[in-house]
């Protein structure tokens, strides 16, 4: 059912590749803002400049402290003066960036969403839906963080560190030397373990990743669950995973806790040492009062701006990690594409459909024929069967006509046209489908079948839901076409999820009707009023239905009979019957004996 993640060697595959350069990928997305974006740069140089005059002010104060009473109240109104423009530059720098972060969050969700909507099934064979959603969730999350908040702080300490060590040097000349000496022990645990950082990281968002898709697929299943009792294993599977991402991520913690420790004892330790020499200066004469304050205070500048860095960094390698994730979906490449060239439908479509020598083999089970040879010519308007014993290719060919997948050789045509050099979203508008899994969304019984034709009238959904023998129970539902139909439509019995799924494919009206599997959880009255409908609505476009029941299908124009992937038969039923092969068999397993009279 669930199963565990091996996350290490491919992060560390990544850590060595890429580092901090995956950010650069969030380039794209901060580009177009980037009006905004000056105008929080901006803001920051005015905070950190007007940071950096504080200081000037304060040596002002203490140095001319016994002078003129005046002097001294205007060097206390322009501090005033100063701490009030700081105040409005930070909070406009706030706003603007935290605006930008929210703003280019958004954009990548919307992005990543886009390219995994659109991804042929293939791709989900890979990866878990869970995941998808953990990525475009919790991934972005630390990406907001870093946009709307770290790399801003990053950005002003990097200006207080840069102007306050040069204003230290004016300073002091002889005191800046000794913090730079000091500079290499800061720095190189920041490297060290933030190189380590960063794998723990991805390992962490891994897990997370990993139990979200455990929870997800738990949760979308939990009447099979609960039905064989599969609770307790549930329960430890995911307890194992969030446990496991709980380790990483104290494991994180603590490498981060290390590092922040190193960082700020080294940094105010050599501000201790400095503020020891520069007393001494001072006793010397060599240096005013006033001046040792204002070195002191840009040395705190400088070393709060080295610590808050280590942090940041942090950040920073989280947010890599995550951009890593994100970008992996938004650059995974579709198996199935549309061609650069696009050649046009037919219009009207007529629904003639070609199978020319297709062979097939799913991506995840490459040695096995699910479409081996297949030739086959669907006349528009003809009604054709698919049967045979399961896994014989019956599905296979509804998805590949949907073009799901792209066949390995061969071709398959709609009125002439390969459908590899047709836009997807263009043949896809001319076929109805219903799915042996009727999907049902989470919103009102009206929608569900408004999704079929989103322009649809509330008139011609009810006319559809009554050609598909919905309109009765919907209409008993406590707010009838209105009714919440619940998440897959947990409100519904199965036989009611189709007939919903029925009259969606109905309203939407299209020149090629695909049935898969569509009457097989009705009860006989209703499959009775469900099949005079798709009888009905067959008679006038090209329909090709699906069946194990092979009740279903007995007055299709022709009844194909499938075996390993291979077509083993054709015909209408009296005349496969009468053949006495495998369709024939299998209709003395149905029917009874009386069959042959028939």
Not at 5 to 16: H, V
Not at 71 to 95: E, N, P, S
Not at 134 to 155: F, K, M, N, Q
Not at 509 to 517: K, R
């Amino acid at each position: 059912m669930a199963r565990s993640p091996s996350p290490a060697p491919a992060q560390e595959e990544r850590e060595k590749s890429r580092q901090l350069g995956a950010l650069r990928a969030l380039v794209p997305f901060v580009y177009p803002y980037r009006g905004l974006m000056i105008a929080a740069i901006c803001a920051l140089v005015i905070t950190a400049m007007i940071s950096l005059m504080l200081p000037l002010a304060v040596r002002r104060v203490i140095d001319n402290f016994g002078g003129v009473e005046a002097l001294l109240d205007q060097y206390f109104v322009g501090a005033m003066a100063v701490a009030g423009l700081l105040a409005i530059g930070t909070g406009l720098r706030y706003a603007l960036v935290t605006r930008l972060g929210e703003r280019v969050v958004a954009d990548i969700r919307k992005a990543v969403f886009n390219r995994v909507i659109g991804m042929s099934p293939a791709f989900y064979e890979r990866i878990m839906t869970g995941e998808v959603l953990s990525r475009i969730t919790t991934d972005t999350t630390l990406i907001l963080s870093v946009i709307g908040s770290s790399v801003s702080i990053a950005l002003r300490n990097i200006l207080i560190f840069s102007g306050g060590l040069i204003l230290m040097l004016f300073t002091s000349a002889k005191l800046t030397g000794m913090v730079l000496l000091l500079v290499p022990a800061v720095v190189i645990p920041i490297l060290v373990l933030g190189r380590k950082l960063r794998v723990i990281s991805r390992e962490n968002q891994d897990w997370i990743a990993a139990s979200s898709g455990n929870a997800s697929e738990s949760l979308s299943a939990v009447q099979t669950v609960q039905a064989f009792t599969h609770e307790t294993a549930s329960r430890g599977q995911f307890a194992q995973m969030t446990e496991s991402s709980y380790d990483a991520a104290r494991r994180r913690i603590r490498v981060r806790a290390v590092m922040t420790t190193i960082v700020i004892f080294l940094a105010f330790a050599g501000v201790v040492g400095v503020l020891w020499m520069g007393a001494r200066d001072v006793r010397a004469g060599d240096m005013t009062p006033g001046a040792l304050v204002q070195f002191v205070i840009y040395s705190v500048m400088v070393a709060g701006g080295v610590a808050a860095l280590s942090e940041i960094w942090g950040e920073l390698q989280r947010a890599a990690g995550a951009t890593e994730r994100l970008v992996e979906l938004l650059q995974t490449q579709d198996e199935v594409l549309d061609p650069e060239t696009l050649t046009p439908l037919p219009n009207p479509i007529a629904g003639r459909i070609a199978f020319e020598d297709v062979q097939f083999s799913y991506p995840s089970r490459p040695l096995v024929q699910a479409l081996d040879g297949v030739n086959l010519v669907i006349n528009p308007g003809e009604t054709v069967a698919f049967v045979g014993p399961s896994g014989a290719g019956k599905t296979t060919i509804i998805q590949l006509i949907l073009r799901f997948y792209d066949p390995a050789s061969g071709r398959i045509t709609l009125d002439g046209v390969d459908l590899r050099e047709v836009a997807r979203n263009d043949f896809r508008r001319a076929v109805a489908l219903v799915p042996q899994d009727p999907v049902i969304f989470a919103a009102s019984a009206r929608e569900n079948i408004r999704f079929g034709r989103p322009d649809a009238t509330d008139a011609e959904i009810v006319a559809a839901a009554e050609a598909a023998a919905a309109h009765i129970f919907i209409s008993a539902l406590p707010e009838g076409y209105d009714s919440y139909l619940g998440e897959r439509g947990v409100m519904l019995s199965g036989g009611q999820k189709q007939r919903i799924a029925i009259a969606r494919a109905i309203l939407r009206d299209a020149p090629v009707l695909l049935l898969d599997e569509a009457t097989s959880a009705l009860d006989a009255e209703s499959e009775r009023a469900v099949q005079a409908a798709v009888d009905k609505l067959s008679a006038d476009r090209t329909t090709l239905i699906v069946a194990h029941r092979l009740a279903t299908v007995k007055k299709a124009d022709r009844i194909v009979v499938l075996d390993g992937g291979r077509i083993v038969d054709t015909g209408t039923h009296d005349e496969l019957v009468g053949k006495g092969g495998l369709y024939a068999r299998l209709a003395r397993l149905q029917f009874t004996d009386g069959i042959a009279a028939e």
